[in-house]
């Protein structure tokens, strides 16, 4: 027999995962402002109690909704950096090892979603359009600490580099890898239909050489 008090924690979980289902369609399409956690409880079907339980406010529901989508992938990124320094001996990483580490994994899960109206890459999206403040809290609650964690390999496979230039063009990179990401579907309009917009794993690959080329070629040695 089930105990009654597995069986309410697994409710709780199912309902928990419920309401941030409809908290991400709800973010993908209206934004932050769009989200209130009454209209979550009515869209999930359960009540404004159960939403204040789980989260507690708004802002907490929408940050770990987008802590749910981020997370893996961030993990990903460690443990593909970490098979790089491994297979390198932990010698100085070749650029592009670096970029593929951070790039890879959230194209393969843009790849799993292509036609998820609600996936990874509406969230990135949406939230370009979000305020300054909030972006900022994703920011630093989701990629400050990793974010540094890649600059600490830069700086070690470019040693004689100007500092600024690899803050700088790190920024460029990372920009060009969400720009990429959340405007691929476009590609059908910019080639006027030839090409598809669809073929993930090619974009992802041009994606990693373009922003790889384009940071050693921003470098300026240190006088």
């Given amino acids: ?10 409710n709780g979980q199912e309902t928990k995962a419920r309401l941030l289902r ?15 956690m009454r209209g979550v409880a009515e869209k999930a ?20 909704m987008i802590q749910s989508k981020i ?4 993990s990903k990124r460690r443990k593909r950096l970490d098979e790089a320094k491994v297979k390198f001996a932990d010698k100085p990483l070749p650029n592009i090892e670096i970029f593929r580490a951070l790039i890879h994994p959230v194209g393969e899960e843009v790849e ?23 972006l900022d809290k994703i920011q630093k609650r989701f990629f400050g600490e990793l974010s540094q964690v890649f600059m600490t390999e830069l700086k070690k496979s470019n040693p004689n580099a100007n500092e600024e230039d690899l803050y700088w063009n790190y920024h460029l990179a990372v920009s060009s890898m969400l720009g990429t990401l959340a405007q691929h579907r476009r590609m059908i309009d910019f080639s006027v239909g030839k ?29």
């Fill in 1 to 10: 027999m089930v105990s009654p008090s597995i069986t309410t924690r697994a």
């Fill in 71 to 74: 997370e893996p992938i961030n």
């Fill in 22 to 36: 409809t908290t991400e369609t709800l973010f993908a399409s209206k934004g932050v402002a769009g989200v209130t």
């Fill in 112 to 134: 799993k979603q292509i036609t998820n109206q609600n996936g990874i890459i509406e969230i990135i999206s949406r939230s370009f359009t979000e305020p300054a403040e909030f």
């Fill in 195 to 223: 090409y598809n917009q669809n073929a993930v794993s090619a974009m992802i690959d041009r994606l990693i050489i373009f922003v790889s080329n384009g940071f050693e070629a921003g470098i300026q040695i240190k006088q």
């Fill in 45 to 64: 079907q359960t009540n404004l109690a159960s939403v204040h339980y789980h989260f507690g406010s708004k802002e907490a529901m929408v940050l770990e």
